[in-house]
């Protein structure tokens, strides 16, 4: 299930690639360019960024597929466009307090955490304009705070001897930071994703003894945690 988002892709660029040439030796005749075709370019990411369970925080995703369905309706003159315009604030209002509301305890838990790490302090990782690829094996790790800004950060943790609890706050700006983290270990993620993407492809187990929490931003950028 993990490149399920890849695999939906290809499914949908298949798709468009034979339409067109089925269209070009006259076998079929699909307008692919019908009234709201536009609304594909949002419809089509968010709904596969939705089925992509490695991805966190999907009340972006979900945002915009309402937002593109309400406009192909509105292009192919089956709702008005002003009765979208009044349940869009609403509805967008109703979906972010939802989420905080069922996100808030285990976030809330992440950014303690994340806080009595900083209180230790964490071993700071900067990336401007360059790349950094930072392998820990063998080494005791506590906790780091990353910064890549128009920059990339790698973080092998694989090797590393880690804690029972370890922090990290990771901000990508504009960058892309990759945390590589051992099979053994459970990760749990508070992610603020603006025009960016967090990534987490751990899945949790109850017979893992260490946790790793992370507290990611990003940016026009991207964490991916692996």
């Known amino acids: 299930m993990k490149n399920i988002s890849k695999g939906l892709w290809g499914i949908v660029l298949i798709g468009i690639g034979l339409v067109i040439g089925l269209n070009s030796f006259g076998v079929t005749d699909i307008d692919i360019f019908f009234d709201g075709w536009w609304t594909l370019f949002i419809i089509v990411p968010c709904f596969i960024g939705l089925l992509d369970f490695e991805k966190g925080d999907k009340v972006g995703d979900i945002i915009g597929l309402l937002i593109g369905v309400a406009l192909l309706l509105v292009s192919r003159d089956i709702l008005e466009f002003d009765f979208i315009a009044k349940l869009i604030l609403p509805t967008i209002l109703v979906i972010v307090g939802l989420s905080m509301i069922f996100n808030n305890t285990l976030k809330t838990k992440i950014s303690e955490k994340v806080r009595e790490g ?64 051992p099979n053994d270990v459970n990760v749990k993620v508070k992610s603020t994703p603006i025009f960016g993407g967090v990534s987490n492809r751990i899945t949790n187990s109850e017979e893992n003894k260490e946790t790793i929490y992370i507290e990611a931003f990003s940016m026009f950028g991207g964490v991916d945690i692996k």
């Open 118 to 181: 900083k209180k230790n302090g964490l071993e700071a990782i900067v990336a401007t304009f360059a790349g950094q690829k930072v392998d820990k094996t063998n080494e005791k790790f506590e906790g780091a705070s990353l910064d890549a800004i128009f920059g990339s950060i790698v973080l092998d943790l694989r090797k590393a001897k880690l804690s029972k609890e370890t922090t990290i706050e990771a901000s990508a700006i504009f960058g892309g930071i990759e945390i590589i983290v």
